[in-house]
């Protein structure tokens, strides 16, 4: 590279990490205040709460690294033009690729980085969140319950002990489960411990009873029990899958070849479809918004005219493709004939662009000749000017 791009790849580097590094910290805020109540009502400390913020973020770099880049070429773009270093660059012959190729090539960085993180950080940083959920719901009767006290870990759900042993039993168990608005369920044991399983855990109770009510005007069933478990999933909102990943959970294999008994993939084979396409459709969008900054504030332009103006048509235009792409994953999901308009939108906003750069080159050299041709005509009727007035000085002189 010149000099001059790697000027413009370091400022517009740098204003893409401190606009990613910003948009991320909101993000991550925003996922925070959603999990605050892991901290506040369900007994988990502030480190669970940032490993499982931060493991949700990947799942969200797909679609902010290309608007920090997009912000960062604007802004690139833009200050170069206030600055006046479009135009000298401009005025020596320079095209528009001198300062598109580094914006470029940065783009091809993060395309780079999203599809890394599309097809293996995406998924592990799920899984590993899942298993973070399965060990909250673990500790939940561990922590959240104390000796003598009613907790309720979640509304309608309630659970008392008389105490805990030294090896972790719960000893006088009563909990009382309302979650259910048709049946009321009351357990009363005289032990309970926890149980790990993965990807799960369980509450096994000795020794008790289940009353059970799904009429108010009949009475209340009793059950008798020496031994019943209870899956602590039941704890937390859950999806009909069970244990069966999702498909954002799955690596590029198992989505392309899900196993025969994954009741994910029976009840809903588009959503693979559309997440194993949306994987690889998706670095192109950083690519695409270059190009759209390049072709919209990529040209010198004098302070006189109005660029704010074009700023914000790249913008929208941006957006516009971007939330297409969204909408097109939702149509992939329903039919598999638009797979091809995944690709197709961002491809046709990079061509799109590359003609509207290609015209407005052209126009520039237009100008040019009409410029040199003016000042030739100039120079002809100088010079034509001066022989007239020498001519007329000269027979003045005869005379």
Same mark, same amino acid.
């Given at each position: 590279?010149?000099?001059?791009?790697?000027?413009?790849?370091?400022?517009?580097?740098?204003?893409?990490?401190?606009?990613?590094?910003?948009?991320?910290?909101?993000?991550?805020?925003?996922?925070?205040?959603?999990?605050?109540?892991?901290?506040?009502?369900?007994?988990?400390?502030?480190?669970?709460?940032?490993?499982?913020?931060?493991?949700?973020?990947?799942?969200?770099?797909?679609?902010?690294?290309?608007?920090?880049?997009?912000?960062?070429?604007?802004?690139?773009?833009? !200050?170069?033009?206030?600055?006046?270093?479009?135009?000298?660059?401009?005025?020596?012959?320079?095209?528009?690729?001198?300062?598109?190729?580094?914006?470029?090539?940065?783009?091809?960085?993060?395309?780079?980085?999203?599809?890394?993180?599309?097809?293996?950080?995406?998924?592990?940083?799920?899984?590993?969140?899942?298993?973070?959920?399965?060990?909250?719901?673990?500790?939940?009767?561990?922590?959240?319950?104390?000796?003598?006290?009613?907790?309720?870990?979640?509304?309608?759900?309630?659970?008392?002990?008389?105490?805990?042993?030294?090896?972790?039993?719960?000893?006088?168990?009563?909990?009382?489960?309302?979650?259910?608005?048709?049946?009321?369920?009351?357990?009363?044991?005289?032990?309970?411990?926890?149980?790990?399983?993965?990807?799960?855990?369980?509450?096994?109770?000795?020794?008790?009873?289940?009353? !059970?009510?799904?009429?108010?005007?009949?009475?209340?069933?009793?059950?008798?029990?020496?031994?019943?478990?209870?899956?602590?999933?039941?704890?937390?909102?859950?999806?009909?899958?069970?244990?069966?990943?999702?498909?954002?959970?799955?690596?590029?294999?198992?989505?392309?070849?899900?196993?025969?008994?994954?009741?994910?993939?029976?009840?809903?084979?588009?959503?693979?479809?559309?997440?194993?396409?949306?994987?690889?459709?998706?670095?192109?969008?950083?690519?695409?918004?270059?190009?759209?900054?390049?072709?919209?504030?990529?040209?010198?332009?004098?302070?006189?005219?109005?660029?704010?103006?074009?700023?914000?048509?790249?913008?929208?235009?941006?957006?516009?493709?971007?939330?297409?792409?969204?909408?097109?994953?939702?149509?992939?999901?329903?039919?598999?004939?638009?797979?091809?308009?995944?690709?197709?939108?961002?491809?046709?906003?990079?061509?799109?662009?590359?003609?509207?750069?290609?015209?407005?080159?052209?126009?520039?050299?237009?100008?040019?000749?009409?410029?040199?041709?003016?000042?030739?005509?100039?120079?002809?009727?100088?010079?034509?000017?001066?022989?007239?007035?020498?001519?007329?000085?000269?027979?003045?002189?005869?005379?």
């Amino acid at each position: 590279m010149t000099i001059i791009e790697r000027y413009v790849f370091r400022q517009a580097a740098g204003a893409l990490l401190l606009i990613l590094l910003s948009l991320s910290g909101i993000v991550w805020i925003a996922l925070a205040l959603r999990q605050l109540n892991i901290v506040t009502s369900q007994g988990q400390d502030a480190w669970l709460l940032f490993k499982m913020t931060t493991l949700a973020l990947p799942n969200l770099m797909a679609i902010i690294a290309p608007f920090a880049l997009l912000i960062a070429a604007i802004h690139t773009l833009n !200050r170069l033009n206030g600055d006046s270093e479009l135009i000298v660059l401009t005025a020596s012959g320079a095209t528009i690729w001198r300062v598109g190729r580094p914006l470029i090539l940065l783009a091809l960085l993060v395309a780079a980085g999203v599809s890394l993180v599309n097809h293996l950080g995406q998924p592990w940083s799920l899984r590993t969140l899942r298993d973070y959920l399965v060990e909250m719901r673990t500790d939940l009767l561990s922590q959240v319950i104390q000796p003598g006290r009613f907790s309720t870990p979640e509304p309608k759900l309630t659970f008392h002990i008389r105490e805990r042993s030294l090896d972790g039993e719960l000893l006088g168990l009563v909990m009382h489960d309302q979650r259910d608005e048709k049946v009321s369920q009351a357990y009363l044991a005289e032990r309970g411990r926890i149980i790990k399983q993965p990807p799960t855990a369980y509450l096994l109770m000795e020794n008790g009873h289940i009353v !059970r009510r799904d009429d108010p005007k009949k009475a209340s069933e009793i059950i008798a029990f020496k031994t019943y478990a209870i899956d602590l999933n039941r704890f937390e909102p859950k999806d009909d899958d069970g244990d069966d990943l999702r498909p954002r959970e799955r690596y590029y294999e198992e989505l392309l070849n899900p196993e025969p008994g994954s009741r994910a993939f029976q009840r809903a084979p588009g959503q693979f479809r559309s997440e194993l396409h949306e994987r690889f459709s998706n670095p192109l969008y950083p690519i695409a918004f270059v190009m759209i900054a390049l072709a919209a504030v990529g040209q010198a332009q004098s302070t006189r005219q109005n660029r704010l103006q074009r700023v914000v048509s790249a913008f929208v235009g941006a957006v516009g493709t971007r939330l297409g792409g969204l909408a097109l994953n939702f149509v992939v999901v329903i039919n598999a004939i638009a797979v091809p308009l995944l690709y197709a939108l961002p491809l046709t906003a990079i061509f799109a662009s590359l003609v509207a750069i290609a015209r407005s080159g052209r126009s520039r050299p237009g100008q040019g000749r009409l410029q040199r041709l003016a000042d030739a005509a100039s120079d002809r009727i100088g010079t034509g000017l001066s022989r007239v007035v020498e001519f007329a000085g000269s027979l003045r002189a005869g005379k």
